[in-house]
């Protein structure tokens, strides 16, 4: 899991580390990295399994993984042997932070990529949606909500959405929880404050006369 929050955003209900070398921001900013990190949520593989599932050569994404695994992004999983052992993802999810000019440019090169990685991702579903089962096709989620809310109250849907994914965090490592016909499913959300005036319109209601 992916967080780029601050330190004043809602409260991970997951173990998380927090990156502040600019250099692990940077080796994690490359499109076949971070598909590898969201491949490997789903179980263990080898680089050869990456490499069908990516379409990529297997010795690029052994490259890869050896990387990744710099940082403790992946681990050797039991099994297997030589090239063909299997690797598995970080336990724990990752924020960064964005203090300094080196982290800042990083950090904006990598929360690039994660976006265009998280739409490239959802265009890829919505060219397969056919060959979906009704059921889920009928589950997933595309909407676009407007609402008037405070810095707090958003940090309470926020922290709502965390919360009842959390209820579901122990099935990422426990085959045996997870019921019948249950899939690795991907959730993407975005909010923001939109409009212009925006902040005039705060200062006004705060008594600011300028």
């Not at 991702?121 to 909500?145: F, G, N, Q």
């Amino acid at each position: 899991m992916t967080d780029d929050r601050r330190d004043t955003g809602p409260e991970l209900p997951w173990p998380a580390r927090e990156i502040t070398d600019p250099r692990e921001l940077r080796a994690l900013a490359h499109p076949v990295r971070f598909a590898l990190l969201d491949l490997l949520a789903e179980g263990p593989l080898t680089a050869t399994q990456c490499a069908e599932r990516l379409g990529e050569t297997p010795s690029n994404c052994s490259y890869h993984l050896r990387q990744l695994a710099r940082y403790g992004h992946v681990r050797p999983a039991e099994g297997g042997h030589g090239r063909e052992r299997p690797w598995r993802a970080r336990d724990e999810g990752i924020t960064w932070d964005e203090t300094s000019p080196a982290a800042e440019a990083a950090a904006t090169a990598l929360g690039e990529m994660v976006d265009r990685f998280r739409f490239d991702s959802w265009r890829s579903y919505r060219h397969r949606r056919h060959l979906e089962p009704d059921a889920w096709r009928r589950a997933a989620l595309s909407t676009d909500v407007v609402s008037w809310l405070t810095p707090e109250e958003l940090r309470q849907v926020t922290q709502g959405i965390y919360d009842l994914f959390a209820a579901f965090e122990h099935r990422d490592h426990d085959a045996a929880a997870r019921p019948a016909g249950a899939r690795a499913v991907r959730f993407f959300a975005y909010a923001w404050a939109g409009g212009a005036g925006r902040a005039d319109d705060d200062a006004e209601a705060a008594g600011d006369p300028s």
